[in-house]
């Protein structure tokens, strides 16, 4: 592995501050897309999606999470919640085509999981930072509604909030060799 790959892998950081009024282009998005599909996929099903938002549809969601806090935690948490997610920059969702067969969905969800830590990896390397988040919002049929996105066909992976970063958190493994079992 050449020692920059090493660094970029162990020094990504998800990240939750992004710097506000800069967002990186759709050039650098579309670029990174490219190269994050070229993750390995059994049976070359290449069931992934993508959908870029715009500020339009990035406000439908804004307003559908704050509604969500509304009604668990009341209005001032709504408030909050949705003065902080207008400020994130940028806006991508993928998905998943959903396969019959029940190994298919399995293999072609991992496939869309290596695709998204490809694509966190380029951006990451570009000074771009990412967030995937899987929260209640994404679980929601309103979600779906606004992205345009058919629960019978599609499941989400995640959506990812990107930008250049504020703040790039600390983060911590355990020991790998805890988690390796070595047979003779
Ligand atoms: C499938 C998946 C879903 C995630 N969902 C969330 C989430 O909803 N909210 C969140 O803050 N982080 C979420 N994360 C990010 C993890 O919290 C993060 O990767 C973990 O804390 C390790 O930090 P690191 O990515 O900086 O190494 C998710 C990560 C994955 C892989």
Redesign the pocket.
Known sequence: MSSSLAHTIKS???I?RFKTGEIPSVELIKLAIEHAIWAPNHHLSQPWQFYLLGPRTAELVCQLNAELVREKMGEKAAGIKLKRWREIPGWLVLCCDIAEDDIRKQEDYAAC?CVAQNLSLYLWEEGVGM?????TVTRDQRFYDIIGIDVQRQSIV?LFWYGFPAQI?Q?ERKPSADRLVILP
Request: proline letters at 8%; glycine letters at 16%.
């Open positions: 990504r950081r998800t939750h999981c967030k995937w988040t899987t929260g995640g958190p983060a």
